[in-house]
């Protein structure tokens, strides 16, 4: 059994508590500032990850992702090149 199967059960169950619903508002830009976003992200899915293609990508110690749904990003600014 799936690791998200064993999940969904145990919220079933009342084991653990179900996941919260919490939207959190974003915003950023890239480092120039011709890129600009706005967005809404759950921060339970919000992941870290220090595997050295992340590093090398940020030139940091590890990469921070968060997931949004398309609909939700907003972006203004300059358009992105790629
Ligand atoms: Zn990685």
Do not use: N
């Amino acid at each position: 059994m799936a690791r998200w199967q064993r999940r969904i059960e145990s919220v079933a169950a009342g084991v653990v508590a179900p996941p919260r619903r919490t939207r959190m508002k974003i915003d950023g830009q890239c480092h120039c500032g011709h890129v600009v976003y706005q967005a809404e992200i759950d921060p339970d899915q919000v992941s870290v990850c220090h595997c050295t293609d992340c590093q090398t990508l940020t030139g940091s110690p590890f990469r921070v992702t968060a997931f949004a749904a398309r609909d939700i990003v907003r972006l203004s600014g300059g358009a992105p090149t790629i």
